[in-house]
């Protein structure tokens, strides 16, 4: 049975870090992150490339967040610095299991945490 946990989010002000980590079981997987804003549809965010750890992130969070692997391959955290009051959203931790498939595509994505909040104020 594959599961994917997450912890961290949370409330901060504009400017500040959080930071969110996933854990995955039950497979091995890409491993990657999505976000939905109120409103909004559900967005890429970063993702693993490869098993190596390339990785690659939207626009709109290149060079603000990290995304890294401490707790081994099947495991995902996201380093978020600089926060803007626009990263207000719901973050999902998702898996596929295939390096091979479009990162940013949620539909490459087989597995889905339960969502963690991520509110910034202005």
């Known amino acids: 049975q594959v599961q994917l946990v997450e912890s961290g989010g949370g409330s901060v002000q504009a400017g500040g870090s959080l930071r969110l980590s996933c854990a995955a079981s039950?497979?091995?997987?890409?491993m990657g992150w999505f976000r939905q804003a109120p409103g909004k549809e559900r967005e890429f965010v970063a993702a693993?490339?490869?098993?190596?750890?390339?990785?690659v992130y939207s626009q709109s969070v290149k060079d603000r967040f990290t995304i890294s692997r401490d707790s081994g391959v099947n495991s995902a955290d996201l380093q978020m610095n600089s926060l803007k009051y626009e990263d207000t959203a719901v973050y999902y931790c998702a898996a596929r299991t295939t390096y091979a498939s479009a990162s940013y595509d949620e539909q490459s994505y087989d597995y889905w945490g339960q969502g963690t909040q991520v509110t910034v104020s202005s």
């Open positions: 039950g497979g091995t997987f890409a």
């Open positions: 693993f490339l490869s098993r190596a750890g390339s990785t």
